[in-house]
């Protein structure tokens, strides 16, 4: 896998040896997962959080490209479709395909994009199933979780002789 960092940091002579570089990679046709942004976007300042952790999701398959580039570079691009209708914008493009995506936008959502077009290799195996790690693990905890035990202090409040709702209801049945 190539991994272009993000074109904010780098100067003018890196920014063409980026752009030199990405041609080439575009020439050679291997399969280029690219995100458009545009500075000041606050929808692409989130992406980019999420985008540069792509690296430690995948292992290095020396058969993609991965890069992040600023909307002010894209007429030195080559062959990589219409400007964009919106930021941030995100394509894979191989030969002559080119497909944007419009899923969720997390790192694992990336990642898992990435791996779908590139074949679903990983360290030599196919990948099949879902992994769930990080803040999804501990959203679907969460999700499991209904409802919540209510305070003596509540309790206490609560008149049963007019309950207030179904869960009072129900609480004062059980109470008599």
């Excluded at 890069?67 to 030195?76: E, G, Q, T, V």
């Excluded at 964009?84 to 694992?108: C, V």
Aim: net charge positive; with cysteine.
């Amino acid at each position: 896998m190539v991994f272009f960092p993000l074109l904010d940091d780098l100067n003018h002579y890196e920014k063409q040896k980026y752009i030199t570089d990405f041609n080439s990679y575009r020439r050679q046709g291997k399969p280029i997962f690219l995100f458009l942004y545009w500075v000041g976007c606050n929808p692409c300042e989130l992406a980019k959080i999420e985008w540069k952790d792509i690296p430690s999701n995948l292992t290095k398959n020396d058969d993609i490209v991965v890069a992040a580039i600023n909307k002010d570079l894209f007429s030195d691009l080559e062959n990589i479709g219409a400007s964009p209708l919106g930021f941030p914008d995100f394509r894979f493009i191989k030969g002559e395909t080119i497909e944007e995506y419009n899923g969720p936008r997390t790192t694992n959502d990336f990642s898992n994009w990435i791996r779908s077009k590139s074949g679903g290799m990983r360290g030599g195996k196919r990948i099949t199933g879902k992994r769930i790690t990080g803040k999804r693990r501990k959203q679907t905890k969460k999700r499991g979780k209904k409802g919540g035990k209510w305070s003596k202090k509540y309790k206490k409040s609560i008149d049963c002789k007019r309950p207030r709702g179904f869960s009072q209801k129900q609480y004062c049945l059980k109470k008599i």
